[in-house]
């Protein structure tokens, strides 16, 4: 009888462990993202895309221009789901994963899931591509971003000397650079009046976003003619102690034609120049001849002003930047318009 029950026992304990066995094996069909069927709707899993906040989309990432960008979903009802991705309203991958170059600038990103039934469901986030260190970067003045059709335009800004293209919508046209204003000149597309994507092309044809530029029959510009402070303080000037703290900055907010005007007071003599005490406007020094550098007599409050050309900006980068210089006054503004 004892030796019965132990095979009963054994049979039971075995129907039971086989019975688990069988669970656990069933189990892992029940996750829904494999059990959804194609009825149901989509859902996009992820929770590392982010929410937007007041109407606008999150960044999904921050990336270099020399990056791809690369990102996975994952869906359901997977078996039933397809994924496209669109950057800019345009179509640029299918699938669960995405691995792409992405021009700069700033994009919307559409991560779209449909199923088989034509069930749809969508996330919009914003992708951020950084330029490279010596990238161009188009400034934007005014006069460069509304323009005339079929004119000659110029647009300023850094590492100009790279641009060869430049592209207003899908129309591109070749550019020139002009070295004594660091930028590019170029004709303008004959296209109707409108407000059109900007992007500037290298020579080994990488493409730059820059933006937006209006083209216009009749360019209304408006009054733009605004002094702008780039530096305020107090700054003893003298002989051995000239002012430098805009030595290397100021060509980036000066081009030919802008008003250069250095607010000061005291009793003395000064002038603005190169970092190699040259004349801004003339390039003429001390050393060249005596008085040459054109030093202003300074007693009291007063303005020195200087309207600069194409001299001034070829001097300012060929001889390292800016300086006021002189003896017995303090600096109290330095501005541009």
């Not at 970067?137 to 460069?144: A, S, T």
């Not at 079929?150 to 899908?170: D, F």
């Not at 102690?241 to 000066?254: G, T, Y």
Request: some cysteine.
């Amino acid at each position: 009888m004892k030796t019965k029950n132990i095979f009963k026992s054994l049979a039971l304990i075995c129907s039971v462990c086989c019975g688990l066995a069988a669970t656990t094996a069933c189990s892992s069909n029940d996750d829904p993202f494999f059990t959804a069927t194609e009825d149901d709707a989509p859902r996009i899993l992820n929770t590392d895309i982010p929410e937007g906040t007041g109407g606008n989309p999150g960044v999904i990432k921050t990336i270099s221009r020399t990056e791809n960008f690369t990102f996975e979903v994952m869906v359901t009802p997977v078996h039933f789901t397809t994924v496209t991705w669109f950057i800019d309203d345009v179509q640029v991958a299918e699938g669960l994963k995405i691995d792409v170059p992405v021009k700069t600038g700033s994009h919307t990103l559409k991560i779209v899931a449909t199923t088989t039934k034509g069930l749809s469901t969508s996330r919009t986030c914003t992708l951020v591509v950084l330029p490279v260190d010596d990238d161009p970067v188009p400034g934007d003045d005014i006069y460069d971003r509304l323009v005339k059709p079929g004119t000659k335009a110029k647009l300023h800004g850094a590492y100009m000397s790279k641009v060869v293209k430049v592209i207003i919508g899908s129309a591109a046209v070749s550019a020139t650079y002009n070295a004594d204003e660091d930028c590019v000149e170029y004709t303008v597309p004959e296209l109707p009046d409108g407000v059109y994507p900007l992007q500037v092309a290298d020579a080994d044809g990488n493409i730059f976003d820059a933006g937006q530029i209006e083209l216009n029959a009749n360019p209304e510009y408006p009054d733009v003619s605004k002094e702008t402070t780039l530096w305020e303080g107090s700054f003893n000037v003298a002989w051995d102690n000239p002012f430098k703290e805009l030595q290397k900055e100021l060509i980036n907010h000066v081009k030919a034609g802008t008003i250069l005007r250095a607010y000061v007071t005291g009793s003395g003599q000064g002038a603005a120049t190169t970092a190699w005490w040259r004349n801004i406007l003339t390039g003429v020094s001390e050393d060249d001849v005596p008085g040459g550098r054109g030093d202003i007599m300074i007693n009291g409050d007063a303005v020195l002003e200087y309207t600069l050309i194409d001299q001034s900006i070829s001097l300012l980068k060929a001889q390292d930047g800016f300086l006021m210089v002189g003896n017995g006054y303090t600096l109290k503004k330095i501005t541009v318009e």
